[in-house]
């Protein structure tokens, strides 16, 4: 069973740095590539971040290029965001999520889902 498991969101002041985690069990992780997406409240699920299976491939979302960084220890089966400068407009909860192919290209047909943490930057 796989199981994707986030953790470190938490509330922070505008400006501020969080870094997430997830931990991935269940299934080949150095396979797959793993993503970062968020939902804002009354808004849709929006693609985050992504690194691809070897970590030599990444893509952002325009509106985090710059002050987000996404990672990926293979040896510990874990993928990171490191959110630098954070926003009030950053506020989401964020989701981790596994793609099978191993390229982690931006869409959100993602075969695996963690449960999200939320993340709150207050102004």
């Known amino acids: 069973q796989v199981q994707l498991v986030e953790s470190g969101g938490g509330l922070v002041e505008a400006g501020g740095s969080l870094r997430l985690s997830c931990a991935a069990s269940g299934l080949t992780f150095s396979s797959y590539a793993m993503g970062w997406f968020r939902q804002a409240p009354g808004k849709e699920r929006e693609f985050v971040a992504s690194i691809s299976w070897s970590g030599g491939n990444t893509h952002y979302a325009d509106s985090v290029k710059g002050r987000f960084t996404i990672s990926r220890d293979n040896t510990k089966n874990t993928v990171y965001l490191q959110m630098n400068s954070l926003k009030p407009e950053d506020t989401a909860v964020y989701y981790c999520?596994?793609?099978?192919?191993?390229?982690?290209?931006?869409?959100?047909?993602?075969?695996?889902w963690g449960q999200g943490t939320q993340v709150t930057v207050s102004s």
């Open positions: 999520a596994a793609d099978r192919t191993g390229w982690g290209t931006p869409r959100l047909d993602y075969d695996y």
